[in-house]
């Protein structure tokens, strides 16, 4: 059940990129650009997943070593929770950038890299994304 659910978040997320990185101006992209449809929706899948996953209560966040333990003992479950989070919050990411972009009237083109920075490398794609405002005279630290 873990796999099969895993896929169909990982699948749908997928869809999800490509119509607001390529069709970012259509109605359901627009929905799911303004308002965190998709990470609401895996959320629930989040949740479900991390129900399922023994000892994570007890897992130590404060050192490195911690952090290595908890990959070392992952499950199906605690792996499919954590890519979920990640999903989650660079799929938000990237709708805020979008959100910010079309604010400030920058072209769709010029973030397409960001965002793909952002879903294969998380933070990497804020910093392209900070360029990039830089570039057009729009960063957001100016406002």
């Known amino acids: 059940m873990t796999s099969l659910l895993f896929n169909l978040c990982n699948t749908g997320v997928l869809f999800a990129w490509f119509l607001i990185l390529f ?8 929905a799911l650009i303004s308002f965190p449809w998709v990470p609401l929706f895996l ?10 996953t023994e000892g994570f209560m007890e897992a130590d966040f404060t050192s ?10 992952a499950t199906l479950s605690s792996a499919a ?3 979920l989070h990640y999903l989650g919050f ?3 990411v990237a709708c805020w950038m979008i959100q910010y972009s079309q604010k400030h009237q920058i072209p769709h083109y010029a973030i397409v890299l960001p965002m793909l920075a952002t879903f294969m490398l998380g933070p990497t794609g804020v ?3 900070s360029i990039v405002l830089l570039i057009y005279k729009k960063p957001f630290w100016r406002l």
């Open 64 to 73: 490195l070593e911690g952090i290595l333990l908890l990959f070392q003992q």
């Open 90 to 92: 660079d799929f938000w």
């Open 23 to 30: 069709l970012p101006r259509i109605r359901i992209s627009k």
């Open 43 to 52: 959320s629930f899948f989040y949740l479900y997943f991390f129900t399922q």
């Open 127 to 129: 910093l392209l994304f």
């Open 81 to 83: 929770a954590g890519w």
